[in-house]
Every structure is written in structure tokens, then in C-alpha cells.
């Protein structure tokens, strides 16, 4: 892979992904992996999460960085659930939101 930069990377793997090469963008998604960045594969592209090791500051021990960046993905996505089941119920009240 020689010395491609890490947003090289991120390019090429997606380009292996549209290529059906997905051997090479597993090989690719490590890579990001170990230097702490996250791909979510959406049906024509990616998401691609760059975490600071900030981040992981309040990591608990047993979890790997993936294991606790898919943990506060998934807590984000119940907080946003719960809001917006908070703002259906206060617009129903009329509550002028």
C-alpha cells in the first residue's frame, strides 16, 4: 500500500468497495481503523468518522476503540429517538414549538 496518506486511504477504499474488491477495502478499513478513524458503508458512499483519542478518554478497558466508537454511535442514535418522540409529543400538546 506504500505511502499513501490516510484520506488517500479513505479514497481507496471506497473505490475498491464500487470495484466489488471488498477483500482490498477490508484490508483498507483496518488500516483507518488503527489510526482511529470509523467507516459507516451506506448503499453509494461512506460516512467516515475521524475520532480524536480524546475521544476515547472514558473508554472503558474491556472495549477496543471500535467496539466503544459503534457503543456511542449507537447511545447518539437513541438520544436523537428520544428527543424527536419528545418533540412529536410537545407539538401535539401545542406547546408553540
Do not use: H
Not at 484520506?7 to 475498491?16: F, L, P, S, T
Not at 448503499?43 to 483519542?53: A, I, L, R, T
Amino acid at each position: 500500500m506504500g505511502n499513501l496518506n490516510l484520506d488517500e486511504i479513505i479514497y481507496k477504499r471506497q473505490e475498491a468497495r464500487n470495484n466489488k474488491n471488498y477483500q482490498l477495502a477490508d484490508e483498507y478499513r483496518i488500516i483507518l481503523e488503527n489510526n482511529n478513524i470509523f467507516i459507516n458503508d451506506l448503499k453509494d458512499s461512506q460516512e467516515v468518522f475521524y475520532c480524536s483519542n480524546n475521544f476515547f478518554k472514558y473508554k472503558p478497558n474491556n472495549m477496543t476503540n471500535k467496539e466503544y466508537f459503534i457503543f456511542k454511535q449507537n447511545e447518539e442514535k437513541k438520544a436523537e429517538k428520544t428527543f424527536n418522540a419528545w418533540l412529536f409529543t410537545m407539538k401535539q400538546k401545542g406547546n408553540g414549538i
